[in-house]
């Protein structure tokens, strides 16, 4: 069974950085594309950004291009996202998610996290 | 960037009843266009990929259909398990999208 646990939700002040982890297990890790997809509160879905089984194609939502990077580990089966220059509309609980192929386009998301929550206030 | 725009938002059903939802993209998505459930403090799960293909697991009574921009979710007697907000997600093109939601109260 497909388990995504995420980690590295924390409360923190505008500007700040913050590092989220998902370690992946339940299938091989290294075959699969993956994603980040975020949720603010009491609001729907929103794609951040998708890495390819190899790290060779990384894409990003345009409101997070160039603050966040995504990457993976596939030797430590975990997914990463590197968060900078934090800001209040990047609360959200953030979704750790397993793409159904090993690119990341055309493909769907077929596994998901419990998630990590947050919250960027001052 | 490609729209998806869900209707209707809010949906109050009776029990047993069949619930259709639509989505509708902005341009043409081809079948990339896949749906998610998502039941109150829980995290979403997957129903439908590439318009018309049920997830290993999911009831029958789930079903998909569309292509290129008009998309629907139909749900043939609805339980109260069903209870839930429903997204539609395209994969077509970067940056992907997801619809705002269809909540249905049962």
């Known amino acids: 069974e497909v388990h995504l646990a995420e980690s590295g939700g924390d409360l923190l002040q505008p500007g700040r950085s913050l590092r989220l982890s998902c370690v992946a297990s339940g299938f091989k890790f290294g075959d699969y594309a993956m994603s980040w997809v975020r949720q603010g509160p009491g609001k729907g879905l929103e794609w951040v950004a998708s890495i390819s089984w190899n790290s060779a194609a990384i894409f990003y939502a345009d409101s997070v291009k160039g603050r966040f990077t995504i990457s993976r580990d596939n030797a430590k089966n975990s997914l990463f996202l590197q968060m900078t220059g934090l800001r209040a509309e990047d609360t959200a609980f953030y979704y750790c998610t397993k793409i159904s192929g090993s690119a990341v386009g055309a493909a769907f998301i077929d596994s998901w996290g419990q998630g990590t929550l947050v919250t960027v206030s001052s | ?106």
């Open chain 2, 1 to 106: 960037e490609i729209v998806l725009t869900q209707s209707p938002v809010f949906y109050s059903v009776p029990p047993k009843e069949r619930v259709t939802i639509t989505c509708r993209a902005s341009q043409n998505i081809g079948i990339t266009l896949h749906w998610y459930q998502q039941k109150p403090g829980q995290s979403p799960k997957l129903l439908i990929s590439y318009a018309s293909q049920s997830f290993s697991g999911v009831p029958s009574r789930f079903s998909g259909s569309g292509s290129g921009t008009d998309f629907t979710l139909t749900i043939d007697n609805l339980g109260v398990e069903d209870a839930a907000t429903y997204y539609c997600h395209q994969s077509s093109i970067f940056p992907h999208t997801f619809g705002q939601g269809t909540k249905v109260e049962i």
